[in-house]
């Protein structure tokens, strides 16, 4: 690659944003080669801990937080909230961002060979750390993520449309191979966590029912399942051939608000699908309305193509003796 290449081209990236947006690809490509070195170099899917909600730490979350951590120090973000330390960070004390991050998503994955990401999404930052971070998801500047597959690739939104840039390793350039991602409109796929099926709410077993029961259920259609166990995974798949994805609320102690976190995972996420013409939701209201509580607060998430994701709101409207009901007499989605 001719030295004065840059890592990413600057022209559709808003110029206030470009330094960090490189940072985060340059960070990226490290993160790629040690990923694809697994066993044959440092140890990466042990665990070394427990992170403030509870959730295993494996090496390479640390280390990924300490990587980005360490260049954006060096870029335009004041403040650094990340899914790996307990409280939001200040990174440099001038800069005029907020940057929250999952450095490193779908950790069970990383023994497995199987794609992983670093999802992230930036706010004009506020005087206060954390009223940088808890405010309303529509507020956001960018959201993104960052897969680490059998392609790299980096997935972007500045809220004019969704990006999708793709790593050439021959260049070890990010090149932008689709300028307005769409969510395609027909798909039969969903994906859930089906072992949590007795937990579910009613209306989320009735959707999942009517789906399983294909052709001869109410929705008259056969479907397939995937689950990936990696959110941006997921989301990388519905953004290339639609879908949808649940994560709801379930009767776990401790999943009350389902199992993704707010800030770093689902309002970024929310902010590409919206933006490439899909639909986020809690299951009944925008997640781009919503603001966490508390840095680390999770939320039920479920998204992808929009007639899908509305459906699933019309089952939460379904009056009980509906919801309850027998897939074979839910007569309410007969067309
Ligand atoms: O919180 C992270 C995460 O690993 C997501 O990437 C993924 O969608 C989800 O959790 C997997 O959840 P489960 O362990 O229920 O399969």
């Known amino acids: 690659m001719p030295s004065n290449t840059p890592i990413i081209a ?8 470009y330094p960090v947006i490189k ?8 993160v790629v080669k040690i990923i694809a070195k697994g066993p044959l170099g440092q ?11 509870g959730d295993g730490q494996k090496a390479l979350d640390v280390l990924t ?20 330390q307990e409280e939001v960070v200040e990174l440099n004390p001038q800069g005029t961002l907020a940057l929250a991050i999952d450095p490193l998503d779908g950790s069970s994955n990383i023994d497995v060979n199987v794609s992983i990401g670093t999802i992230f999404s930036i706010y004009n930052a506020k005087d206060g750390a954390n009223e940088s971070f808890l405010r309303p998801a529509n507020e956001q500047i960018c959201g993104g993520y960052i897969i680490y597959g059998p392609q790299t690739g980096l997935m972007v939104t500045f809220g004019k449309g969704t990006q999708y840039y793709l790593l050439d390793p021959d260049t070890g350039t990010f090149v932008l191979i689709e300028d307005g991602v769409t969510v395609p409109a027909d798909s039969n796929e969903f994906a859930i966590n089906a072992s949590n099926y007795r937990h579910w709410t009613k209306p989320v077993r009735a959707f999942i029912d009517d789906c399983v029961a294909g052709v001869e259920g109410p929705r008259e259609k056969n479907f397939n399942m995937r689950w990936v166990g990696s959110l941006v995974a997921e989301t990388h798949r519905i953004l290339t051939r639609g879908g949808i994805f649940l994560y709801p609320s379930d009767a776990r102690p401790g999943y009350e608000q389902g199992r993704l976190r707010m800030v770093y995972e689902c309002a970024p996420m929310a902010f590409l699908i919206e933006q490439a013409g899909g639909q986020a939701t809690d299951g009944s209201d925008p997640i781009m309305n919503h603001q966490a509580e508390k840095l680390h607060a999770r939320t039920p998430l479920i998204f992808g193509t929009s ?13 009980e003796e509906e919801v309850s009901a027998l897939f074979g007499s839910r007569g309410l989605f007969r067309n």
């Not at 600057?10 to 944003?17: C, N």
């Not at 994701?309 to 409207?317: C, E, F, I, Q």
């Open 43 to 53: 140890s990466l899917g042990h665990e070394v801990g427990e992170n403030s909600d």
């Open 307 to 319: 007639g899908k994701v509305a459906r699933v709101a019309t089952y939460h409207d379904l009056p």
């Open 10 to 17: 600057a022209d559709k990236i808003p110029a206030d944003l």
């Open 65 to 84: 937080d300490e990587m980005f951590a360490a260049d954006l120090k060096n870029q335009n973000v004041r403040w650094y909230a990340s899914e790996e």
């Open 23 to 30: 940072s985060l690809c340059t960070v990226a490509v490290d």
